[in-house]
């Protein structure tokens, strides 16, 4: 299967489910599923509870196919609010986004020189201790619009927040990571 663009694809596919086709939720479940699995995954240890979830969020859809409660725009930015208000329901509030599995989202280096995968791995780690430091509303809209490459609008209506006011949140995060990360050095070990 060759790649489409999302928001083709994602425009063409709220119009089917808007007028109640099941396929056009099978394509919307094979466009996003993996996204969606990545997004609960690194708030969930258990995989198997983030699959539970994620079909949760298929099983909605289904249900509102075809009814005034379908997703009117933004097909994958409802699927990532329906998806943080499952987790939301089935996990204690968080203080932060456990980002155990930072390396999930973050592109693999195709390097296979073993000096240049331990540099990479310094660096891996140097982000992840920088992100667990941000806040909880800096680490969403990194994670959303970086990791999960939703659109401003997308990352606006998930977190409920003004278009405005996540471009705002999104350069502060920038900000704030890029300071975190200049002044955190790589340790070195001097064997």
Same mark, same amino acid.
Not at 7 to 35: K, N, P, S
């Given at each position: 299967?060759?790649?489409?663009?999302?928001?083709?694809?994602?425009? +063409?596919?709220? $119009?089917?489910?808007?007028?109640?086709?099941?396929?056009?939720?099978? @394509?919307?479940?094979?466009? =996003?599923? @993996?996204?969606?699995?990545?997004?609960?995954?690194?708030?969930? +240890?258990?995989?198997? +509870?983030?699959?539970?979830?994620?079909?949760?969020?298929?099983?909605?859809?289904?249900?509102?196919?075809?009814? %005034?409660?379908?997703?009117?725009? =933004?097909?994958?930015?409802?699927?990532?609010?329906?998806?943080?208000?499952?987790?939301?329901?089935?996990?204690?509030?968080?203080?932060?986004?456990?980002?155990?599995?930072?390396?999930?989202?973050?592109?693999?280096?195709?390097?296979?020189? %073993?000096?240049?995968?331990?540099?990479? $791995?310094?660096?891996?780690?140097?982000?992840?201790?920088?992100?667990?430091?941000?806040?909880?509303?800096?680490?969403?809209?990194?994670?959303?619009?970086?990791?999960?490459?939703?659109?401003?609008?997308?990352?606006?209506?998930?977190?409920?927040?003004?278009?405005?006011?996540?471009?705002?949140?999104?350069?502060?995060?920038?900000?704030?990571?890029?300071? $975190?990360?200049?002044?955190?050095? %790589?340790?070195?070990?001097?064997?």
């Amino acid at each position: 299967m060759l790649p489409v663009s999302p928001a083709v694809t994602d425009e +063409a596919l709220l $119009l089917r489910i808007r007028q109640g086709e099941r396929e056009a939720v099978l @394509a919307a479940y094979e466009a =996003h599923f @993996a996204a969606l699995f990545q997004y609960v995954r690194l708030r969930l +240890a258990d995989a198997a +509870a983030a699959e539970d979830i994620v079909s949760d969020v298929f099983v909605r859809l289904i249900e509102c196919a075809g009814t %005034p409660r379908a997703p009117e725009k =933004h097909l994958r930015g409802w699927l990532f609010q329906v998806a943080k208000h499952l987790l939301a329901d089935s996990v204690p509030r968080q203080r932060q986004v456990p980002l155990a599995e930072v390396e999930d989202w973050m592109p693999a280096s195709p390097e296979t020189n %073993p000096e240049v995968a331990a540099g990479d $791995l310094l660096d891996r780690q140097r982000v992840s201790h920088a992100l667990r430091m941000l806040t909880p509303d800096h680490q969403e809209v990194l994670l959303l619009r970086f990791g999960q490459r939703l659109s401003l609008q997308e990352t606006a209506d998930m977190m409920g927040k003004s278009l405005s006011a996540i471009k705002s949140l999104q350069f502060r995060a920038v900000a704030t990571l890029r300071g $975190l990360l200049s002044d955190t050095q %790589p340790e070195v070990s001097r064997d």
